[in-house]
């Protein structure tokens, strides 16, 4: 019986030095070549990402270095009434670079280049001097836990790391945030994390931006590429990646001439829905056509009162899809022509949108080095109506001067089940919209047929279209109210019936076909 439970005892510890032995074997690295991170932070909207630019090895020591952004707080002539200057060579939300020495710890630095060292293969219960600040207050971090989680369905070991600012006698920080934490996977790099280039006393430089504010706090992961998983980097085919049926709903005001005799302003509200889709030969491009339906209301100084009127008209749109990504990838672009980069957020609704900055005009001084001249520039806004959004296309803009403003922006959607937003009724056109041909029988049997009836004697075409955007059957040179025969070739499901009156008004609706 006592040898039993000896057994038994030796087992238990063989089995949990093992366990031991391969959480410590895990290699928690935070960064990883040829992958792209995208994180937030708590309670905010606006996506970073970290990217690596190169790596150099130098003896045991390898250094990845980090994409640069714009260096404004070195930037000349800054809040001087002058054109500024700025260069590119600022460093990333998370510092310049990072150098993993051969006990695999991290140096890491802050704006002021001071160093940061991070331990990420540290044991559980091992603590070290992450930060030593000017006051010689120690900023210790510790290892609380290894845990093994799913994180966007990747099951990963999780490496828990708090931090604790002390001073010299083990005094805590009164006012120091004391729930600072960095999380590392060991497949997936950082989890959580803090913008380690923020990390100083906040009197040395007590504004401190690039690009953007970044403020402090917590980022946690989002999504990443190599592996794919959660959000991800936007493009031209996931923004005007749109489906039969979609409902777009915009709002948008503008007025000009304040204060004088010249003033005028111009209120609209306009709906639009997809009603074909078809991709071009060489797969470029992708075209829709839209049903829109439009109330304009129109005023200006000497007729207060507004003239309205409503439209209803079919359009058409190209979209290139061959585009490389639009993704702000942490990087500041040099050129000597003007250059759009882009600041990723998340829309309200949960999907990715990105907004594009007009960024300054190159210009060099008498020692031939560059000099960025910020001519004019728009910040960055986390307007959720502003910008282009995955799957949703053009978001809006607004701009307002001394004497003039001009906004609009996207306020409902509809696309399949997924709805955002509060939806626009415009009475007048919602009614042609609705009424504009009826279908009986619907749902309707495959080999029977179905009844069309539009609202006026014009001459119409049909077309029966499927969930992918593909023209099955169409009939056209058709007047009047027709027997339309649903083929028994096809398969059952959702289609849409479009009907498009030769003068150009677009409708359509869905047909399930059984």
Same mark, same amino acid.
């Given at each position: 019986?006592?040898?039993?439970?000896?057994?038994?005892?030796? /087992?238990? &510890?063989?089995?949990?030095? &093992?366990?031991?032995?391969?959480?410590?074997?895990?290699?928690?690295?935070? #960064?990883?070549?040829?992958?792209?991170?995208?994180?937030?932070?708590?309670?905010?909207?606006?996506? *970073?990402?970290?990217?690596?630019?190169?790596?150099?090895?130098?003896?045991?020591?390898?250094?990845?270095?980090? @994409?640069?952004?714009?260096?404004?707080?070195?930037?000349?002539? !800054?809040?001087?009434?002058?054109?500024?200057?700025?260069?590119?060579?600022?460093?990333?939300?998370?510092?310049?670079?990072?150098?993993?020495?051969?006990?695999?710890?991290?140096?890491? *630095?802050?704006?002021?280049?001071?160093?940061?060292?991070?331990?990420?293969?540290?044991?559980?219960?091992?603590?070290?001097? *992450?930060?030593?600040?000017?006051?010689?207050?120690?900023?210790?971090?510790?290892?609380?836990?290894?845990?093994?989680?799913?994180?966007?369905?990747?099951?990963?070991?999780?490496?828990?790391?708090?931090?604790?600012?002390?001073?010299?006698?083990?005094?805590? $920080?009164?006012?120091?945030?004391?729930?600072?934490?960095?999380?590392?996977?060991?497949?997936?790099?950082?989890?959580?994390?803090?913008?380690?280039?923020?990390?100083?006393?906040?009197?040395?430089?007590?504004?401190?931006?690039?690009?953007?504010?970044?403020?402090?706090?917590?980022?946690?992961l989002i999504g990443l590429t190599n592996p794919s998983v959660g959000k991800n980097a936007i493009s031209n085919v996931s923004i005007y990646n749109f489906e039969i049926g979609d409902e777009f709903h915009y709002s948008s005001s503008s007025s000009e001439a304040w204060g004088t005799e010249y003033y005028s302003y111009e209120n609209t509200?306009?709906?639009?829905?997809?009603?074909?889709?078809?991709?071009?030969?060489?797969?470029?491009?992708? !075209?829709?056509?839209?049903?829109?339906?439009?109330?304009? %209301?129109?005023?200006?100084?000497?007729?207060? %009162?507004?003239?309205?009127?409503?439209?209803?008209? &079919?359009?058409?749109?190209?979209?290139?899809? &061959?585009?490389? /990504? !639009?993704?702000?990838?942490?990087?500041?672009?040099?050129?000597?022509?003007? $250059?759009? +980069? !882009?600041?990723? @957020?998340? $829309?309200?609704?949960?999907?990715?949108?990105?907004?594009?900055?007009?960024?300054?005009?190159?210009?060099?001084?008498?020692?031939?080095?560059?000099?960025?001249?910020?001519?004019?520039?728009?910040?960055?806004?986390?307007?959720?109506? +502003?910008?282009?959004?995955?799957?949703?296309?053009?978001?809006?803009?607004? *701009?307002?001067?001394?004497?003039?403003?001009?906004?609009?922006? /996207?306020? @409902?959607?509809?696309?399949?089940?997924?709805?955002?937003?509060?939806p626009l009724n415009i009475t007048s056109a919602q009614s042609i919209r609705s009424n504009s041909f009826t279908i009986f029988p619907n749902p309707v049997k495959r080999g029977n047929t179905i009844s069309i009836e539009p609202i006026n004697n014009r001459a119409y075409t049909i077309r029966l279209v499927n969930y992918l955007g593909v023209?099955?059957?169409?009939? %056209?040179?058709?007047?009047?109210?027709?027997?339309?025969?649903?083929?028994?070739? #096809?398969?059952?499901?959702?289609?849409?019936?479009?009907?498009?009156?030769?003068?150009?008004?677009?409708?359509?609706?869905?047909? #399930?076909?059984?």
């Amino acid at each position: 019986m006592f040898k039993a439970k000896r057994t038994k005892r030796l /087992l238990l &510890a063989l089995i949990v030095l &093992a366990s031991a032995s391969a959480v410590h074997s895990q290699n928690f690295n935070p #960064i990883v070549i040829g992958r792209t991170p995208f994180y937030v932070k708590d309670g905010g909207s606006q996506i *970073f990402s970290i990217k690596v630019d190169s790596v150099t090895v130098e003896d045991t020591d390898t250094t990845y270095h980090l @994409y640069k952004t714009w260096d404004y707080q070195n930037a000349t002539g !800054y809040g001087s009434g002058e054109d500024e200057c700025v260069l590119p060579n600022g460093p990333s939300w998370i510092g310049p670079k990072a150098i993993k020495k051969s006990d695999d710890r991290y140096l890491l *630095f802050n704006y002021l280049n001071d160093t940061l060292t991070l331990w990420p293969n540290a044991e559980v219960g091992t603590s070290w001097v *992450f930060h030593t600040f000017s006051n010689d207050d120690y900023l210790w971090a510790t290892v609380d836990s290894v845990k093994s989680a799913e994180v966007y369905g990747v099951t990963s070991l999780l490496k828990y790391i708090s931090f604790k600012r002390t001073n010299q006698q083990g005094d805590p $920080h009164p006012s120091y945030p004391n729930d600072l934490e960095v999380i590392i996977s060991d497949s997936l790099g950082f989890v959580t994390l803090f913008p380690f280039r923020n990390l100083f006393d906040q009197h040395s430089k007590p504004y401190l931006w690039g690009n953007y504010d970044i403020s402090f706090g917590s980022y946690s992961l989002i999504g990443l590429t190599n592996p794919s998983v959660g959000k991800n980097a936007i493009s031209n085919v996931s923004i005007y990646n749109f489906e039969i049926g979609d409902e777009f709903h915009y709002s948008s005001s503008s007025s000009e001439a304040w204060g004088t005799e010249y003033y005028s302003y111009e209120n609209t509200k306009q709906i639009s829905i997809v009603t074909g889709k078809e991709l071009s030969n060489n797969s470029d491009s992708i !075209y829709y056509t839209w049903n829109n339906v439009k109330r304009k %209301e129109v005023g200006d100084y000497a007729n207060p %009162e507004p003239t309205v009127t409503y439209s209803e008209y &079919a359009s058409s749109s190209q979209y290139r899809i &061959a585009d490389t /990504l !639009y993704y702000f990838p942490e990087q500041a672009y040099v050129s000597e022509a003007e $250059h759009r +980069h !882009y600041a990723q @957020y998340t $829309h309200s609704s949960g999907r990715i949108r990105i907004i594009p900055e007009l960024q300054p005009h190159i210009e060099l001084e008498e020692d031939n080095s560059p000099c960025w001249r910020i001519i004019w520039a728009v910040k960055h806004s986390s307007y959720q109506s +502003h910008g282009y959004g995955e799957g949703l296309g053009y978001l809006g803009q607004q *701009f307002e001067s001394d004497y003039s403003s001009s906004s609009s922006g /996207l306020v @409902y959607y509809k696309k399949g089940d997924e709805v955002w937003g509060n939806p626009l009724n415009i009475t007048s056109a919602q009614s042609i919209r609705s009424n504009s041909f009826t279908i009986f029988p619907n749902p309707v049997k495959r080999g029977n047929t179905i009844s069309i009836e539009p609202i006026n004697n014009r001459a119409y075409t049909i077309r029966l279209v499927n969930y992918l955007g593909v023209v099955q059957y169409s009939w %056209e040179g058709l007047q009047g109210t027709q027997i339309i025969p649903i083929p028994t070739n #096809i398969q059952g499901g959702l289609y849409i019936l479009q009907f498009r009156e030769n003068e150009g008004a677009y409708y359509s609706k869905k047909l #399930i076909v059984q």
